[in-house]
Nanobody, 116 residues
Framework: QVQLVESGGGLVQPGGSLRLSCAASGLRVTDYDMKWYRQTPGKQRELIAVIAAIGNYTDYIGPVKGRFTISRDNAENTVYLQMNSLKPEDTAVYYC?????????WGKGTLVTVSS
């Protein structure tokens, strides 16, 4: 069974850190462009970070650049999102995505709440 399972979300104070995990089964994270998206109520899901299958190229959207880091552990078949200096506007459900030209897989998401 092909699936992505996110974990690591929770409640954190502004300025704090969290590390999200995306554990893959039924696929190898090295074969896919792996991405993190987030979504807040009433808004479209937005892409925030990507790590390419080839060359470990990474990219981020503006609001998270310099604060978030995407990485991949090939042995664990897991992708991570390290989130530092969190802000209330980072509050969202975070989703993991695996994509090739022929297949796209989504996780069910993990909720991150940044609040004092």
């Amino acid at each position: 069974q092909v699936q992505l399972v996110e974990s690591g979300g929770g409640l954190v104070q502004p300025g704090g850190s969290l590390r999200l995990s995306c554990a893959a089964s039924g696929l190898r994270v090295t074969d896919y462009d792996m991405k993190w998206y987030r979504q807040t109520p009433g808004k479209q899901r937005e892409l925030i970070a990507v790590i390419a299958a080839i060359g470990n190229y990474t990219d981020y959207i503006g609001p998270v650049k310099g604060r978030f880091t995407i990485s991949r552990d090939n042995a664990e078949n897991t992708v991570y999102l390290q989130m530092n200096s969190l802000k209330p506007e980072d509050t969202a459900v975070y989703y993991c995505n695996a994509k090739t030209l022929f297949r796209e897989v989504w996780g069910k998401g993990t909720l991150v709440t940044v609040s004092s």
